[in-house]
């Protein structure tokens, strides 16, 4: 019923930037947060930044400063700045969205996630 496409990812160098972005699709009634989860090779998959739907964002320790979320409500979209990369910011990054959906007739809530998107920081 909803589809997350993400976008932007890449081989970057060390100090270098790359923005992602992560469009929802569907039957979507509305979207409450919208966030970006990492998972490196061997480990858990973890929070990196998450946006509420008025622009309130929370972030990981080891990105603040560093990555910045937003969003275009309007789009479905969410975006994810990421400066000064560091090797350690090696990973696949995944959207997530708390998702509203209907059918016309009734309302359901489910949480969502897109494919994937590959994250290489190397020099």
């Known amino acids: 019923q909803v589809q997350l496409v993400e976008s932007g990812g890449g081989l970057v160098q060390p100090g270098g930037s790359l923005r992602l972005s992560c469009a929802a699709s569907?039957?979507?009634?509305?979207?409450?947060?919208m966030g970006w989860y990492r998972q490196a090779p061997g480990l858990a998959r973890e929070l990196v930044a998450r946006?509420?739907?008025?622009?309130?964002?929370n972030y990981a320790d080891s990105v603040k400063d560093r990555f910045t979320i937003s969003r275009d409500n309007a789009k479905n979209t969410v975006y994810l700045h990421m400066n000064s990369l560091k090797p350690e910011d090696t990973a696949v990054y995944y959207c997530?969205?708390?998702?509203?959906?209907?059918?016309?007739?009734?309302?359901?809530?489910?949480?969502?996630w897109g494919q994937g998107t590959q994250v290489t920081v190397s020099s």
């Open positions: 997530n969205a708390d998702v509203v959906t209907t059918n016309g007739l009734a309302f359901n809530r489910g949480a969502y």
């Open positions: 569907g039957r979507i009634f509305s979207i409450s947060a």
């Open positions: 946006i509420t739907s008025g622009g309130s964002a």
